[in-house]
């Protein structure tokens, strides 16, 4: 029976996903800059209804941009046509 090294191991387990690293550095980019636009919704701006309008619309903007760097870096690839390896669990063993 021949070895099988933990990253073929992990390359099944995720067919078709390669991790993107690159994207970490825009990933916090955009966080500051969020972090710099809620404190000003939050914090500076006095309008309450403007904050009102504003707040929830926030909040669901910076939970998408979240989620989409969240599948880009774990190797999610947004441009794929759904197609998959389908082989088997006994071809790795």
């Not at 933990?6 to 500051?32: C, D, N, Q, T, Y």
């Not at 989620?67 to 006994?90: E, K």
Request: glycine share 6%.
């Amino acid at each position: 029976m021949e070895s099988i090294s933990p990253s073929s191991r992990l390359a099944f387990l995720s067919p078709g996903m390669k991790p993107h690293p690159e994207i970490a550095p825009w990933f916090f980019g955009v966080w500051i800059a969020l972090a710099i636009l809620g404190l000003w919704v939050t914090y500076l701006d006095k309008n309450v209804a403007r904050k009102k309008r504003l707040l929830p619309l926030f909040i669901v903007i910076a939970g998408v941009i979240f989620a989409v760097f969240t599948l880009l870096m774990m190797g999610f690839d947004l441009r794929s046509d759904g197609v998959r390896n389908s082989r088997s669990c006994t071809d790795h063993f």
